[in-house]
């Protein structure tokens, strides 16, 4: 599958972890990503539809790709391991890279959730 351009994905707008965040099914070309803004990889397991692993690369069992404008901590070669059910919630709303920097600074410590 070949990478799109950040700002042409078709995003889910999502909370992630109690901070509002973005997802799509699409690889995201990190060079098309404006400044303060981070693209994870996320890999499925046995069921295709729920994500259980967010890495810096995946090749098998894509899932899809969060946006986020806070940076995660994971290693080379690591993976964070998620529970889709418990950390993220699906707003029913499409979303833009434009609305995740206008609702949650790059540098915020905490963004809430936006009222729709």
Known sequence: ??????????????????????????????????????????????????PIAIENSVSVNFFGTLLLTHSLDIADGDCLTIDAFEEICYFGEEGTLDDLLEIVAPTAEFAPKPEF
């Open 1 to 50: 599958m070949t990478a799109i351009d950040a700002p042409v994905a078709e995003c889910d707008a999502i909370e992630f972890r109690d901070r509002y965040a973005l997802l799509t099914e699409s690889r995201i070309d990190s060079d098309t990503l404006p400044d303060g803004v981070y693209a994870y990889p996320m890999r499925h397991g046995d069921d295709p539809g729920i």
